[in-house]
């Protein structure tokens, strides 16, 4: 009988929604995460990776909703900060790095150095993740990762996808103590480029960092800069600075599958992302066409203008043919 081929039956891409990066009410918060219950979404990342000041969810509310959520069939992994500043975040990212309930995501290198030395103690705890946070860009790099415990690797954003396939070959993947080690690309979202001590929305409303007045709970997609020329151009999140467009793969299934990525992560925003999901899912697994999935999504009020360019080897607030020709 004749083999079939990539084309006929082609690799699935599983959906992972990836940590919520802005400060929502608790509220809609546990009411998004009820909806991402009944998604096609194979993983859900968990946590407060930005601001430790974003303290509406305690620990203890995470692991349950974790728990809730697994209960749910779906893989649940545990997020810490990218970017620590003081003793009681680092107390936080150990209580998070140690406990072996939940998979992790290491936002920073100090969580990359609790979680080898977890591995080392217990090598039956679950394979962490280098988050896209962690300066993985080459073979190399990953390879020394690896070695330390890691089982799934989120390519940085910026990286283009015939880089992801150089750093972690299909047909030759790093291989670490947990086995072959997964590559997961950044698919959807605003991107998160930058973090820093300061925070900007606190500066934006000339208020010190430490007497905030929380005012980032009041925008839900971040508060949007723009150009001298009025352009949107970025997008203040606390202490995180993003893209003012939409990171969007939607027609790449080809190129994943081509580069070794079998999990895309999809960033949460405030509008419309439950069908964000379904239709990432469609497109990818279910056979839809991008372009007529493109006009469905253009149709749900998402907070930027769509881009693909890192993908790409291109400007990151570009767009592509297929996003230009379907805008026209």
């Known amino acids: 009988m004749m083999a079939m081929d990539?084309?006929?039956?082609?690799?699935?891409?599983?959906?992972?929604?990836?940590?919520?990066?802005?400060?929502w009410p608790?509220?809609?918060?546990?009411?998004?995460?009820?909806?991402m219950a009944d998604s096609p979404a194979r993983?859900?990342?968990?946590?407060?990776?930005?601001?430790s000041r974003r303290n509406e969810m305690r620990p203890e509310d995470w692991l349950a909703l974790a728990r809730d959520l697994a209960a749910a069939g779906k893989e649940v992994v545990l997020a810490t900060q990218a970017l620590l500043a003081g003793e009681a975040e680092l107390r936080a990212?150990?209580?998070?790095?140690?406990?072996?309930?939940f998979a992790v995501e290491a936002g920073d290198a100090s969580a990359l150095r609790?979680?080898?030395?977890?591995?080392?103690?217990?090598?039956?705890?679950?394979?962490?993740v280098l988050g896209p946070h962690i300066n993985v860009y080459n073979r190399a790099a990953l390879a020394e990762h690896a070695a330390l415990g890691a089982g799934t690797w989120v390519a940085p954003v910026e990286l283009a996808l015939d880089a992801v396939a150089a750093t972690n070959p299909p047909h030759a993947p790093v291989c670490g103590p947990a086995g072959a080690v997964a590559s997961e690309v950044f698919g959807f979202g605003r991107l998160p480029l930058a973090f820093s001590a300061r925070c900007f929305t606190a500066r934006h409303h000339r208020l010190p960092k430490d007497g905030c007045d929380f005012?980032?709970?009041?925008?839900?997609?971040?508060?949007?800069?723009?150009s001298s020329e009025g352009a949107p151009f970025l997008v203040l999140n606390g202490i995180q600075t993003q893209s003012a467009a939409v990171h969007a793969l939607?027609?790449?299934?080809?190129?994943?599958?081509?580069?070794?990525?079998?999990?895309v992560r999809?960033?949460?925003c405030a509008s419309g992302f439950a069908d964000v999901l379904r239709h990432f899912d469609a497109v990818y697994n279910g056979g839809a066409a991008p372009a007529d999935a493109l006009e469905a999504l253009r149709g749900l009020g998402l907070p930027g203008t769509l881009v693909d360019g890192f993908a790409h080897r291109r400007p990151g607030l570009s767009a592509g043919p297929f996003l230009l020709a379907a805008e026209a």
């Open 26 to 35: 608790r509220d809609a918060l546990l009411s998004f995460y009820a909806d």
């Open 93 to 101: 990212m150990r209580r998070i790095a140690t406990q072996d309930e």
């Open 250 to 263: 939607l027609a790449d299934a080809p190129a994943l599958r081509a580069a070794g990525a079998r999990r």
């Open 114 to 128: 609790v979680l080898a030395a977890e591995a080392r103690a217990r090598p039956a705890r679950p394979p962490f």
């Open 43 to 51: 993983t859900v990342v968990l946590g407060e990776v930005v601001c």
């Open 266 to 268: 999809l960033s949460p």
């Open 6 to 23: 990539d084309t006929q039956h082609p690799a699935r891409i599983e959906l992972t929604v990836g940590p919520l990066l802005y400060w």
């Open 215 to 226: 005012r980032c709970r009041s925008d839900a997609d971040g508060l949007l800069l723009a």
